[in-house]
């Protein structure tokens, strides 16, 4: 089971649509269960250490340094743990033209984040949860 917040998958759904007829992809980050705060009762059922998705890096981000050094600036140095990738002409897979992460969300239109799926890296499905949570305001000091 793969839990990622609602907040997110209305995002990517947004990121999808706006880059059709071009495909999406774009990496994603976990935040620990325990840190999330919402209304969602499943919060409590899932346990503080489970990963759920919170975040997504801009695919440009650091475009001009990676294009030059070989860097990849768009993905912070611990990584991203799943990615998403959109398909505007399908299908509602993992395919071999796809970047892998150790899970991959895949949306093909009509673009709706309650038809997100979610699949192992072998391309196996895996059930996909949306939380109604959101993670902890971060702040640069």
């Known amino acids: 089971m793969l839990y990622a917040t609602a907040g997110l998958l209305d995002v990517l759904v947004e990121f999808a649509t706006d880059r059709e007829p071009q495909e999406a992809n774009v990496p994603l980050a976990a935040t620990p269960a325990g840190e999330l705060?919402?209304?969602?009762?499943?919060?409590a059922d899932i346990?503080?250490?489970?990963?759920?998705?919170t975040h997504f890096y801009l695919p440009d981000a650091g475009g001009a340094v990676s294009?030059?050094?070989g860097v990849d600036l768009g993905t912070p140095s611990g990584g991203a743990q799943a990615r998403f990738v959109?398909?505007?002409t399908g299908p509602l897979a993992v395919t071999k033209e796809d970047d892998l992460a150790g899970a991959v969300l895949v949306a093909v239109?009509?673009?709706?984040?309650e038809k997100i799926r979610a699949f192992d890296r072998r391309g196996t499905g895996v059930e996909l949860v949306?939380?109604?949570?959101?993670?902890p305001v971060e702040s640069i000091e």
């Open 37 to 43: 705060t919402g209304t969602d009762d499943r919060l």
């Open 47 to 53: 346990g503080p250490d489970t990963s759920v998705l």
């Open 67 to 69: 294009s030059v050094f």
């Open 86 to 88: 959109s398909h505007p």
């Open 109 to 113: 239109p009509p673009w709706d984040a």
């Open 130 to 135: 949306g939380l109604d949570a959101e993670p």
